[in-house]
């Protein structure tokens, strides 16, 4: 059985700096696509921050040079290392999977396996 465990998430202030993690149980993040989305107050789940399982990397312009995603192996996680956070960053972060060898995207159907999510506050 497949679990995504999100955590990491807390309040903080405009300008500082979080890492989220999401433990997998079940899957090995290094052959699928695994990704990061967010659902802010207010708006529809988006694709945050991606890694394929040729170590490519697509993040969305709007944390581009701020957000990055990367993976331990090891530990079977992937990380969401957030810099220079804003006020709206702030929301829901999830962690998605896709079954193995399958592109990402930021198709949100298109993922598998989700994660309950973990809450990010940026206060100004």
């Known amino acids: 059985q497949v679990q995504l465990v999100e955590s990491g998430g807390e309040s903080v202030q405009s300008g500082g700096s979080l890492r989220l993690s999401c433990a997998a149980s079940?899957?090995?993040?290094?052959?699928?696509?695994m990704a990061w989305f967010r659902q802010r107050p207010g708006k529809e789940r988006e694709g945050v921050a991606a890694i394929d399982s040729d170590s490519s990397i697509t993040t969305a312009d709007s944390v581009k040079g701020r957000f990055t995603v990367s993976t331990d192996n090891g530990k079977s996680t992937v990380i969401l290392q957030m810099n220079n956070l804003r006020p709206e960053d702030t929301g829901m972060y999830y962690c998605?999977?896709?079954?193995?060898?399958?592109?990402?995207?930021?198709?949100?159907?298109?993922?598998?396996?989700w994660g309950q999510g973990t809450q990010v506050t940026v206060s100004s």
């Open positions: 998605a999977a896709k079954l193995p060898l399958f592109a990402c995207s930021w198709v949100r159907s298109s993922y598998k396996f």
């Open positions: 079940g899957y090995t993040v290094s052959y699928s696509c």
